[in-house]
């Protein structure tokens, strides 16, 4: 960085110096991956994980060469999460496990919707994310034909995890009140789930308000379930013992990252379009992210690609969209040097895989069949 005032703060004069005089900021030294981890763990607030959850299988199909069940688990407050176990159709034997993490996206009504198919028709809205993030494809259903046991659960705050309308902040409610009239005076015809995403974007922020008065937060909230999810996955008799994979664009890559640090149960992780050095994004782009990455305090647990490598020598593979407009290029070429130093330092350079494709913020399809190769290597190695 050449502005010692980077565009985030350049109306904050000070405030740069001030807080890296306080204390390490995106440490640049060689952080030991057991100090990031558990530097993590406090920042997050992360609450306690039950030892073993027993998920009720509510329903089961079969279509498009995948075998697969609803599942309902207790997390432990609110509403049950909903997941979808998919497999090859008629295999019975134990398989590989990943966990597929779907993104942010701005679309909170629908959440595995966005990269699986289900027991229904999938809906319009969800198709539409999926078109535009992920070439129109739902991998996770892509990845249980290619021999894998793929959990897609809900993150909290999507889907099945989603809060009512009614039950928002009165002040969220208004606010959301305020975009839906604009939209329709505008001539919008809304549907239910773009009326409650217009709602879920101010509620994102009070949400992280009451989280952090709890000592926990947003990526805290996230990972605790998604940690669930893998420890779900990992017991389970029909999955290959020796932990899981996980997988996710964006916000889901964020999953990913949080859910590797923080499980020892992920054998492998694949974070696709959410990596980068943090003081790049300073530059204009934080507010382009939401609270899965941003989270009170994160600054001084590490570097956000010292988070994504705190578990090497594991296998870790990264796609860097290179038009990606939420991160800057020079960015994610800074972090891609750092973790392959990480994991070079390791002595294990050949477990971290990186891909730069020509692409905006997505999960394209060539990318997609990249990462179900690296499953591949990792799971039969």
């Known amino acids: 960085m050449t502005d010692s005032s980077p565009a985030d703060l350049r109306s904050l004069s000070g405030l740069w110096e001030l807080a890296r005089s306080a204390g390490p900021l995106f440490s640049s030294d060689t952080p030991d991956g057991a100090a990031v981890r558990s530097r993590l763990r406090?920042?997050?607030?992360?609450?306690?994980?039950?030892d073993r959850v027993e998920p009720e299988t509510a329903a089961t199909w079969s279509s498009g060469g995948v075998d697969a069940a609803v599942l309902r688990w207790d997390v432990g407050?609110?509403?049950?999460?909903?997941?979808?176990?998919?497999?090859?159709?008629?295999?019975a034997r134990p398989l590989p496990g990943v966990v597929a993490l779907h993104c942010h996206g701005g679309v909170k009504y629908y959440g595995k919707e966005k990269i699986a198919d289900g027991p229904r028709p999938t809906e319009p809205g969800a198709l539409a994310a999926r078109a535009e993030l992920y070439g129109g494809i739902p991998y996770a259903n892509e990845l249980a034909r290619r021999g894998y046991a793929?959990?897609?659960?809900?993150?909290?705050?999507?889907?099945?995890?989603?809060?009512p309308i009614e039950d928002m902040p009165g002040r969220t409610r208004r606010a959301g009140e305020l975009a839906v009239a604009a939209r329709e005076q505008a001539g919008e015809i809304l549907t239910e789930a773009a009326r409650y995403d217009a709602y879920a974007w101010p509620h994102e922020d009070a949400m992280a308000k009451l989280l952090g008065i709890l000592g926990t937060s947003w990526g805290g909230?996230?990972?605790?379930?998604?940690?669930?999810?893998?420890d779900l996955l990992d017991s389970r008799a029909d999955v290959l013992p020796g932990g899981v994979g996980v997988v996710g664009l964006s916000g889901g890559g964020a999953r990913a990252a949080l859910a590797t640090a923080l499980n020892e149960n992920v054998r492998a992780a694949a974070v696709i379009a959410m990596m980068s050095t943090m003081e790049h994004l300073l530059?204009?782009?934080?507010?382009?992210?939401?609270?899965?990455?941003?989270?009170?305090?994160?600054?001084?647990?590490?570097?956000?690609?010292?988070i994504a490598a705190a578990r090497r020598p594991r296998p870790l593979f990264v796609g860097y969209?290179?038009?990606?407009?939420?991160?800057?290029l020079a960015g994610m070429r800074a972090a891609d040097e750092l973790i392959a130093a990480r994991?070079?330092?390791?002595?294990?350079?050949?477990?971290?895989?990186?891909?730069?494709v020509d692409a905006p913020h997505s999960f394209p399809p060539a990318l997609q069949q990249q990462v179900g190769e690296f499953f591949d290597e990792v799971f039969t190695s």
Not at 43 to 50: A, Q
Not at 288 to 304: K, Q, T
Not at 321 to 328: H, I, N, Q
């Open 283 to 306: 530059d204009g782009y934080v507010h382009s992210h939401a609270w899965l990455m941003m989270n009170p305090g994160i600054g001084r647990v590490a570097d956000w690609p010292d």
């Open 77 to 91: 407050f609110g509403a049950p999460s909903v997941g979808w176990l998919l497999r090859p159709a008629g295999e």
């Open 343 to 356: 994991y070079t330092a390791a002595g294990a350079r050949d477990a971290y895989r990186s891909v730069f």
């Open 221 to 230: 909230a996230v990972a605790r379930e998604d940690s669930i999810a893998v």
């Open 321 to 328: 969209a290179e038009r990606d407009g939420l991160f800057p």
């Open 42 to 50: 406090t920042t997050l607030g992360l609450l306690p994980v039950p």
């Open 150 to 163: 793929v959990l897609v659960p809900d993150a909290f705050g999507w889907g099945s995890r989603r809060i």
